[in-house]
Nanobody, 122 residues
Framework: QVQLVESGGGLVQPGGSLRLSCAASGTIFSIHVMGWYRQAPGKQRELVASIAEGGSTYYADSVKGRFTISRDNAKNTVYLQMNSLKPDATAVYYC????????????????WGQGTQVTVSS
């Protein structure tokens, strides 16, 4: 069974930094796009950043220049370095990945982590 486990959330003051990690575990054949979404109270879940298997990246306009997504394919892990955090970054952050599980088959399945809370407040 494939699982995504996030870590690294917490409380930080405005202007501070946090680094989120998300590790995929289980029987995995391959991992394709990995990304981070967030959902603030009363708002829809939105894509923050994503990274393809080859390393190409996408960022939401609201985080460009402040957030950096990266991945370690050997560790099946994706990271989100968040700098110059603002209060509007407060949300639950979710890891997402397109994964072909091991054991046969070629279908890319969509997996989500359980979410990690990020709170930016003084």
């Amino acid at each position: 069974q494939v699982q995504l486990v996030e870590s690294g959330g917490g409380l930080v003051q405005p202007g501070g930094s946090l680094r989120l990690s998300c590790a995929a575990s289980g029987t995995i054949f391959s991992i394709h796009v990995m990304g981070w979404y967030r959902q603030a109270p009363g708002k829809q879940r939105e894509l923050v950043a994503s990274i393809a298997e080859g390393g190409s990246t996408y960022y939401a306009d609201s985080v460009k220049g402040r957030f950096t997504i990266s991945r370690d394919n050997a560790k099946n892990t994706v990271y989100l370095q968040m700098n110059s955090l603002k209060p509007d970054a407060t949300a639950v952050y979710y890891c997402n990945a397109g994964i072909i599980p091991g054991g046969g088959g070629w279908i890319v399945n969509d997996y989500w982590g359980q979410g990690t809370q990020v709170t930016v407040s003084s």
